[in-house]
């Protein structure tokens, strides 16, 4: 069957039920429908926070062949659950933009699921509706601002970086001209689309911990300058308070349920090779504070979403994992070791062996951080007993915790092994995090410390306009900012092409984008576009709803 139809066969629980095994009463939150719901703030304690046990899954270099970190990490929180710990589940929304495109939904597979999957998949609480409109209420503030003659602040048009956001894959929108149509429609200049995920709107949410923290990031956001030099920032055009309006219900995590009726939160979603990859500090928040363990996940590979996470995410908000998971396939390490896209699903040891590499690197990369990693391997039916050992072999040599995963296929019942692998980690108490950069130091050198330590290139280069952009950032006094890299995810490198684990290479950081609300900085490395594209058959072919309101095709 296929994950929808998967899905259709479970019997959901009212969502009062999961708001209960949480310790949530019916008039503690926000219902929207029966089974989906807001949950307030004020449901956030500090002091549970420090007491949880946060779990961070994570992966290798994602493969066309998928990985299935958000099964797992669902499909985890199902075992901890099963061997009596106390865990809720917080994940990111998906985008439309993956749904319609290439990817298809990011609820999960198999029997290790987030529900109502249609519902989240679409939609779902409108979210990302609200981002994307506070997002272009500024765009369409500072245009307005530029076309006034009595509220003007005197913005040149030509140094505005802010764009516009839509959440969907549309490459046509990547550069655009507005304005046009003569004096009464705004004065031309060129700008462009962002995919919302990739919104600073989408960053400040995921980032902030509460209304008054929101209000301050918004009017932090730098739009550009006046033709006297000067720096312009939302606030100066005081529009933040209404941006935050339009945010009033998407600060609020959302509650729904797992498949097997344990609690799941899902809350923003920043894709993590354009943006920072991982769900808001106020959902992740509010699941330390109502469970015992606490199972995360950070998009893309290790070098990505778990880096962000790691050195921005944690640092911001004052918490760190105590175990990270590696979610790995034997068809990815086959892809890495250089086996053919439509041959991974025969035995190739051979491969195999050659695409361990990529694994060993993203291992070294948790260790780094002061971390036990824990290979999960997520199995799948065309995995054979010889390469199932080959892994066996290479987590006893490299002294690294292993379990095999079958969540897609069992559920809760096929993650108890690796449930019980992140109890020892975590009760163990040896995690020791240490960031991979202080945030005082340069620009450079924290782009240089991620690309060598963790991305294994040689140097950095920076072209001539990142430097520009460099001594702006140093002007505007934006200097101690975290660096968030937007990266090509198939590659620890800036190349695409070069799979498994690179070495000899320099990454190239073409310019740097300024997130100031934020709080980060953006360096962008090779032809990574913040607004993708659509595939020759986008998945919107196969998606269609009948009379009586069926959802077909979404997996």
Same mark, same amino acid.
């Given at each position: 069957?296929?994950?929808?139809?998967?899905?259709?066969?479970?019997?959901?629980?009212?969502?009062?039920?999961?708001?209960?095994?949480?310790?949530?009463?019916?008039?503690?939150?926000?219902?929207? @429908?029966? =089974?989906?719901?807001? !949950? /307030?703030?004020?449901? $956030? *304690? +500090?002091?549970?926070?420090?007491?949880?046990?946060? %779990?961070?899954?994570?992966?290798?270099?994602?493969?066309?062949?998928?990985?299935?970190?958000?099964?797992?990490?669902?499909?985890?929180?199902?075992?901890?659950?099963?061997?009596?710990?106390?865990?809720?589940?917080?994940?990111?929304?998906?985008?439309?933009?993956?749904?319609?495109?290439?990817?298809?939904?990011?609820?999960? @597979?198999? =029997?290790?699921?987030? !529900? /109502?999957?249609?519902? $989240? *998949? +679409?939609?779902?609480?409108?979210?990302?509706?609200? %981002?994307?409109?506070?997002?272009?209420?500024?765009?369409?503030?500072?245009?307005?601002?530029?076309?006034?003659?009595?509220?003007?602040?005197?913005?040149?048009?030509?140094?505005?970086?802010?764009?516009?956001?839509?959440?969907?894959?549309?490459?046509?929108?990547?550069?655009?001209?507005?304005?046009?149509?003569?004096?009464?429609?705004?004065?031309?200049?060129?700008?462009?689309?962002?995919?919302?995920?990739?919104?600073?709107?989408?960053?400040?949410?995921?980032?902030?911990?509460?209304?008054?923290?929101?209000?301050?990031?918004?009017?932090?956001?730098?739009?550009?300058?006046?033709?006297?030099?000067?720096?312009?920032?939302?606030?100066?055009?005081?529009?933040?308070?209404?941006?935050?309006?339009?945010?009033?219900?998407?600060?609020?995590?959302?509650?729904?349920?797992?498949?097997?009726?344990?609690?799941?939160?899902?809350?923003?979603?920043?894709?993590?090779?354009?943006?920072?990859?991982?769900?808001?500090?106020?959902?992740?928040?509010?699941?330390?504070?109502?469970?015992?363990?606490?199972?995360?996940?950070?998009?893309?590979?290790?070098?990505?979403?778990?880096?962000?996470?790691?050195?921005?995410?944690?640092?911001?908000?004052?918490?760190?994992?105590?175990?990270?998971?590696?979610?790995?396939?034997?068809?990815?390490?086959?892809?890495?070791?250089?086996?053919?896209?439509?041959?991974?699903?025969?035995?190739?040891?051979?491969?195999?062996?050659?695409?361990?590499?990529?694994?060993?690197?993203?291992?070294?990369?948790?260790?780094?951080?002061?971390?036990?990693?824990?290979?999960?391997?997520?199995?799948?039916?065309?995995?054979?007993?010889?390469?199932?050992?080959?892994?066996?072999?290479?987590?006893?040599?490299?002294?690294?915790?292993?379990?095999?995963?079958?969540?897609?296929?069992?559920?809760?019942?096929?993650?108890?092994?690796?449930?019980?692998?992140?109890?020892?980690?975590?009760?163990?108490?040896?995690?020791?995090?240490?960031?991979?950069?202080?945030?005082?130091?340069?620009?450079?050198?924290?782009?240089?410390?991620?690309?060598?330590?963790?991305?294994?290139?040689?140097?950095?280069?920076?072209?001539?306009?990142?430097?520009?952009?460099?001594?702006?950032?140093?002007?505007?006094?934006?200097?101690?900012?975290?660096?968030?890299?937007?990266?090509?995810?198939?590659?620890?490198?800036?190349?695409?092409?070069?799979?498994?684990?690179?070495?000899?290479?320099?990454?190239?950081?073409?310019?740097?984008?300024?997130?100031?609300?934020?709080?980060?900085?953006?360096?962008?490395?090779?032809?990574?576009?913040?607004?993708?594209?659509?595939?020759?058959?986008?998945?919107?072919?196969?998606?269609?709803?009948?009379?009586?309101?069926?959802?077909?095709?979404?997996?």
């Amino acid at each position: 069957m296929t994950d929808q139809e998967i899905a259709k066969e479970v019997e959901l629980k009212h969502i009062t039920a999961i708001a209960e095994k949480i310790g949530l009463h019916a008039d503690d939150i926000e219902m929207y @429908g029966k =089974y989906k719901a807001k !949950l /307030p703030l004020a449901k $956030i *304690n +500090l002091d549970k926070v420090k007491e949880n046990n946060l %779990i961070l899954v994570t992966a290798i270099s994602p493969t066309p062949a998928g990985e299935g970190k958000t099964t797992m990490s669902i499909g985890l929180s199902e075992g901890l659950n099963r061997i009596g710990k106390k865990t809720t589940v917080v994940l990111r929304e998906p985008s439309l933009g993956p749904v319609f495109g290439i990817k298809g939904g990011a609820t999960g @597979g198999g =029997y290790s699921q987030v !529900l /109502p999957m249609e519902d $989240i *998949n +679409l939609h779902f609480t409108g979210d990302f509706s609200a %981002i994307e409109k506070a997002h272009n209420l500024l765009s369409a503030v500072i245009d307005n601002n530029i076309q006034s003659k009595t509220n003007s602040l005197g913005i040149d048009a030509r140094t505005v970086v802010w764009k516009r956001v839509i959440d969907m894959n549309d490459r046509a929108l990547r550069n655009v001209i507005v304005g046009l149509g003569g004096t009464t429609s705004g004065v031309p200049r060129q700008t462009g689309f962002d995919i919302t995920a990739a919104s600073e709107i989408m960053a400040i949410l995921c980032l902030s911990d509460d209304m008054v923290d929101l209000k301050k990031r918004l009017g932090n956001i730098f739009i550009g300058y006046t033709f006297k030099k000067e720096p312009i920032y939302c606030r100066d055009l005081k529009v933040e308070g209404a941006m935050a309006a339009l945010l009033k219900d998407a600060i609020k995590p959302n509650l729904v349920q797992t498949m097997e009726g344990n609690p799941a939160i899902i809350h923003g979603g920043p894709f993590a090779n354009i943006a920072q990859g991982t769900n808001t500090v106020i959902a992740t928040r509010m699941g330390m504070s109502l469970s015992d363990y606490t199972v995360t996940e950070a998009g893309f590979g290790a070098d990505l979403g778990a880096e962000k996470f790691l050195d921005i995410k944690c640092q911001s908000a004052g918490i760190a994992p105590k175990a990270v998971v590696i979610t790995t396939t034997i068809r990815a390490l086959k892809y890495h070791g250089g086996a053919d896209l439509k041959q991974l699903t025969e035995e190739n040891v051979e491969a195999l062996k050659n695409g361990l590499p990529n694994l060993e690197k993203h291992l070294e990369n948790v260790q780094q951080f002061g971390i036990e990693p824990i290979i999960a391997v997520n199995r799948f039916v065309s995995d054979s007993d010889a390469e199932i050992e080959i892994i066996k072999a290479f987590a006893k040599e490299k002294n690294v915790r292993y379990a095999l995963a079958e969540g897609w296929a069992k559920g809760g019942e096929g993650t108890i092994e690796l449930a019980k692998q992140v109890v020892a980690v975590v009760e163990s108490d040896n995690a020791n995090f240490t960031p991979m950069y202080d945030w005082n130091m340069s620009v450079e050198d924290k782009v240089k410390a991620i690309a060598t330590k963790i991305y294994g290139a040689d140097d950095v280069e920076f072209s001539a306009l990142a430097k520009r952009n460099l001594r702006t950032i140093a002007n505007l006094g934006l200097e101690k900012l975290p660096v968030c890299i937007a990266k090509t995810q198939k590659s620890l490198s800036d190349n695409d092409k070069l799979l498994g684990r690179p070495t000899g290479f320099t990454i190239t950081i073409r310019e740097i984008e300024i997130a100031a609300g934020a709080g980060f900085l953006v360096p962008i490395s090779g032809n990574i576009m913040r607004m993708p594209g659509l595939p020759a058959h986008p998945a919107s072919e196969k998606i269609t709803i009948d009379n009586d309101g069926n959802i077909t095709g979404l997996f």
